[in-house]
């Protein structure tokens, strides 16, 4: 398929017509939400594109649209069109990635000559690079249309450089899919190195991710790596970004911008080649209306933003997941592996999982070790299910902050305000657990 994007619906229709002539599938859109739309949807074989809009008299905007093609679909052949007068622009574009450029009017023969030489360089290339290794999704379970389309998406960008912001709500395995784009990479062979950013006090920022000489602070007794030194050539993960300070928002932004940082007692920049993935459960939009966040880390880390579905939008993997988590919980405790009634997974299927992937795994190791049986039931796990409280089944209609409050008090409840105990059926540290115990003023 080809597709064609220009505003002038005249171009769309004179280029629809000549390549539908010659053979080619075409799709023809408008407008840049539109082109991203349709190059996520299904890979184009090539594409047409005008640099100039009527919205950007600079052609600021088809440069923009051609970067974020470019990120999403890397071999995708990309011809620019472009104005007589807009020949520094399409310079721009040949160095932004595309693969040729033609003025208007341009010349029918010589525009097919340039498509066909495009799609067949473009062939030879897929041919050679069949034997490159296949995408690698150890750990992630399912195969549903939402996942798969995810799965789609991170195949496409997981080769490039691109800073990565991976929404979601809490367990929905933000941690996996940034393990899945380290692991498909050019960096595959460097360090990925985990950072959970709602751990670290505003004091402790510096020390942890730019590291520090002897001798720099009271305790620093020998010289410490930090983390983005160690990321060097490699991947970070900066989880939980929402839970950053303004102050060490500022010092984040230095370091994404100049690729360059300091450590503590040493004012030599030193210089880091590595690949930002940031993760969130809040709506880091808001927070930047609300200026809790600062626009100009927000748009820094999310060229590409990648959105996890709740457990309750992809119900067609429970029963892949359930299997999964019964398989390593019966290996770990030395038992054979058990299976579920066709009832017990209508009923895994039905429920409504605020805690999302975590909370089912928590409810099949749970039942799984309630019952020394090989087949389990309905009533099995039911027995073992928490049902959701009334409070907690209004969350999803209450901001993302009030959301993780109710679920961190019901499960200190749970937990009988066992801090350790409730920090891991959360999946944060304990440190973690007690900054939000602080910050939202709940009471032990």
Known sequence: ???????????????????KRAGYITEAV???????????RCTPSLILMDMNYSLSTNGEEGLMLLRKIKV?????????????????LAVQGMRAGAFDFVTKPWN??????RIETALKLSEEKNIEQTDKATFDRSGIIGNSKELTNLLDTIERIACTNAPVLITGESGTGKELIAEALHRNSLRRNNPFVKVNLGGISQSL???EMFGHKRGAF????SDREGRFGMADKGT?????IGELDQASQVKLLRVLQEQTFEMLGDSTPRKVDIRVVCATNANLQKMVQEHTFREDLFYRINLITVHLPALRERRNDIPLLAHHFADKQSKANNRECVNFTTEAIDYLKSLPYPGN????KNLIERTILMNNKQTIDADDIRAQYIPVTPHEATASTLPLKETERHRIEETLRNCRGNISQAAAELGITRQALYRRIEKYGIKL
Do not use: H, K, Y
């Not at 398929?1 to 390549?19: A, K, N, P, Q, V």
């Open 1 to 19: 398929m080809i597709l064609i994007i220009d505003d002038d619906s005249s171009i769309r229709s004179s280029l629809t017509f000549m390549l």
């Open 30 to 40: 408008s407008m840049p939400d539109e082109a991203i739309a349709a190059v996520r």
């Open 72 to 88: 999403l679909t890397p071999e995708t052949p990309v011809i620019l069109i472009t104005a007589w007068g807009s020949i520094q």
């Open 108 to 113: 029918n023969v010589a525009l097919m000559q």
């Open 205 to 207: 920022f510096e020390s």
């Open 218 to 221: 009271t305790d620093a007794v």
């Open 236 to 240: 970070i993960f900066l989880d939980e």
């Open 357 to 360: 992937i975590r909370e089912l």
